[in-house]
């Protein structure tokens, strides 16, 4: 096995900062790349085939370049890591990726924590928006958990990172009959549905995944170790007595997170457009306006109730040589000065209203010069 230090440079060009994680399927190390001005901080993902014969080796070579290429594609999208280089040293193989500053979700949904639906729906919206893109390029992640989806600093946009499908290369074998066999399925448990955990993972096995996350953020329950119970007769989770959640989103997820993933849903913008009936709708404006005797506007929402009925009014124009006021007012109203005495409310009153109405249905304008 090959022991890594910090300081050394992989590749002739990325020089080793820190450890960042050690799994079945490799090492992850935080990089600096002294190929490029400003030496950039980079991910450096080191991939070791189980077997180190030359036919298995060529087998992976191919595997692990025939990965790399989707990637590459994928990682054009802003929530996904560019890769910026891939390349095989001696027996390993090395993807060299966009470092993203920020923290996984596991910091988010802390066990024992029960987050409010509100959070779970922008959540699942934030997830799906990128995993549509993913799947759109026939990739499935096969890997998703709260340790490998990331709140990018100082956006606090999700990005989704550690795609699973390149780790073959560190599973596979090749028997007898000179096919390639896999030692191990790609996934984490709790978070992997039957049919990944069998080898065949659909777009609905990253369905599932997200459903879980969603499952635990509201719950507060880890998958696993400490796991979601099932119902003994159908098999399929039975969380909802464990979490505040409205009917509405708990459909959305039991469906998400089926045993049957035939019985799941089939893609990203489904879901997207399912969760769209959860957010508040917009109200639409209305503008009234009131005519009574009982009512007192001011002039500018009789101006804008006009302008709302003809937005290219004639305007006739009042004032009193004394006052500094001045109002326009539609030629086909009506100006109503009344009688002395008619009112004692300290000032001038007058009236504005419709030819078309009676006096008596009038709007009541008190003016009071400046003094």
């Known amino acids: 096995m090959v022991t890594y230090t910090i300081g050394q440079i992989l590749g002739g060009r990325y020089q080793i900062l820190e450890k960042l994680g050690q799994g079945t399927f490799g090492i992850t190390f935080k990089a600096i790349d002294i190929g490029r001005p400003g030496n950039p901080v980079c991910v450096v993902k080191q991939f070791k085939p189980t077997s180190t014969d030359p036919f298995t080796l060529d087998v992976g070579r191919k ?84 340790l490998n989806i990331r709140r990018r600093q100082p956006d606090d946009k999700i990005v989704l990172i550690d795609f699973g499908a390149v780790k073959e290369i560190s599973t596979q074998v090749v028997n007898l009959q000179g096919q390639t066999e896999y030692t191990v399925a790609i996934g984490t448990r709790g978070y992997m549905p039957s049919e990944q955990a069998e080898g065949k993972p659909k777009v609905a096995s990253d369905i599932y995944a997200v459903g879980i996350i969603a499952i635990q953020a509201l719950t507060g329950i880890n998958p696993y170790p400490t796991g979601l119970t099932t119902d003994p007769k159908t098999g399929e989770i039975a969380w909802h007595t464990q979490a505040q959640v409205s009917s509405k989103l708990a459909n959305i997820l039991d469906k998400m997170v089926r045993y049957d993933y035939r019985q799941r849903y089939q893609s990203a913008e489904e879901i997207l457009q399912t969760l769209t009936t959860l957010l508040p709708q917009p109200r639409p404006v209305k503008l009234w306006v009131g005519v009574g005797t009982a009512a007192v506007i001011t002039p500018l929402i009789l101006w804008l109730a006009y302008q709302f009925i003809n937005p290219t009014p004639q305007l006739e124009t009042y004032g009193q040589s004394n006052s500094p006021i001045t109002i326009k007012y539609p030629s086909d109203w009506q100006l109503i000065k009344p009688k002395i005495g008619d009112f004692d409310f300290g000032g001038e009153v007058i009236r504005f209203i419709p030819k078309n109405h009676k006096p008596e249905n009038s709007c009541i304008l008190e003016i009071t010069p400046n003094k």
Do not use: M, T
């Open 63 to 146: 595997l692990f370049i025939r990965e790399a290429e989707k990637l590459e594609k994928v990682g054009h999208h802003a929530q996904i890591p560019q890769l910026l280089a891939y390349f095989q040293d001696k027996q390993e193989f090395y993807l060299v990726q966009e470092y993203i500053a920020g923290h996984d979700l596991s910091r988010e949904l802390v066990s024992g924590v029960q987050l409010s639906e509100a959070y779970v729906i922008k959540l699942l919206q934030d997830i799906l928006e990128v995993l549509a893109f993913v799947h759109q390029h026939n990739l499935i992640h096969r890997d998703l958990k709260p």
